[in-house]
C-alpha cells in the first residue's frame, strides 16, 4: 500500500469514528453499527481498491518473459493465468521484500563491499593478535625460567643481552646470516682465563610466504691462548644451509675418515691448516656429537645445534655448557699433540 493510500485510509476511519449513523426525519437510515463494524468495512474496502490498481496482467506477462520455468508451465497447462495471478497477489509482499533489499545493495554498494572484506579481515587480524599474545607470553615464561635458572647457578642473566658483548665476539658466520638478529637470555660465566656465554639467538630469513624465524641456543667460549683455524663445521643435511653458503669453499673431506665425511660439511677459507688441525683424535670426538654445529676464530669458537633452543631448566643448562666445555677440551688436547 502506498503512502498516500494509507494516509486516505486512516483520513476516512477517523471520519466514520467521529460521526453517528445518517438519518432521513429522523429515522437512521440502515440499521446501526459499532464504530469498529464502520473501520473494518472501509479497511476492506480501501485495502480492495488498492489491490485493484495494480496491473496483475502486466506483472503475468513479465512474470511469464522473465522465468521460462513458469511459460512452460502456463503453455503446457500445468498451471492457468488465473493460479499464476494469484499466486502473484498472495506473494507480493515478499516480492517487495526482496526487491528492497536488493535495491539497499545496489544503493550502497561500497558499503557492501566492505562489510564482505570486514567478513575475513577482521577474523585473521584477531588470529594473529592471538598467535602474537601467545607467542610473547611463552618468551616471557622462558626468561623468567631462565632467570631463575641462572641465579640458582650463581651466573649472571642479562635478560635484553648485553650490545658490549655481543660486539666483541668475532664475526661468526652464523651472525651475518637473515635480519633482525636479535641476541637476548644471556647467561654469562666470567672469569679471568676464560669466558663462557649461554643465550638465545634469532634472525629472520625468507619474504612472503617463505619467511621464517630461526631460534637457537648457542654457546660461545672465549679464550686468549686459544689457536684453531677459522673453520664451519655444520652436520651433513639434504638442503642448501645459508651459513655454510658464506664461505664459498668446498667441503672439506677425510678420505681415512669416510663416517665423518659423511656425517659432517666442514668448510673453510684455509683448507690446508684445517686439514692438518683436525687429526684422527677430533675426527673422532666430533664424530661422537654428530648433531652438533662448530664455528671457530681466532680466540673463540661457537657451539650450538641447528634451529634448537635448549630447555630453561638447572639441569639443561649445564649439560649444554657441558658439552661446550667438552669441545674447548678436545681443542685443547688437539693443540697439545702437536
Known sequence: MTKKS?????????????????????????EPVSRAENSATVIRSVLWIEQEKTDWEGAYQKLLRENESVRK?????????????????????????????KNWIDRNVGLFIILIQLGWIIPTVLIIAIVHFVVKRREERRTEALATAADEMGLIFKPEGDDAFHQSLPKFP??????????????????????????????????????????????????????????????????????????GKQDVNFADHPEFSKAFVLKTDSEEETRAFFDQGLLDF???HADISFETRQGAFLYFRQWKRVGPEVDSLRDFLGEGYAVLQALQDRRSRS
Open 286 to 288: 666430533f664424530i661422537k
Open 73 to 101: 508451465k502456463v503453455e503446457s497447462g500445468e498451471t492457468t493465468r488465473d493460479e499464476v495471478i494469484q499466486w502473484l497477489k498472495e506473494n507480493r509482499g515478499a516480492g517487495d521484500h526482496v526487491q528492497h533489499e
Open 174 to 247: 652464523l651472525f651475518q646470516v637473515g635480519r633482525k638478529q636479535l641476541l637476548k637470555n644471556l647467561i654469562l660465566a666470567d672469569t679471568p682465563e676464560l669466558k663462557m656465554g649461554l643465550f638465545d639467538y634469532c634472525f629472520t630469513v625468507g619474504h612472503g610466504k617463505h619467511k621464517k624465524v630461526r631460534k637457537l641456543s648457542v654457546v660461545v667460549v672465549q679464550l686468549a691462548d686459544l689457536h684453531a683455524p677459522s673453520c664451519h663445521l655444520r652436520p651433513q643435511i639434504a638442503f642448501w644451509d645459508p651459513i655454510g653458503a658464506l664461505f
Open 6 to 30: 494509507m494516509e486516505m485510509l486512516v483520513a476516512i476511519v477517523m471520519t466514520l469514528g467521529a460521526h453517528p449513523p445518517l438519518q432521513i426525519g429522523g429515522e437512521p437510515l440502515a
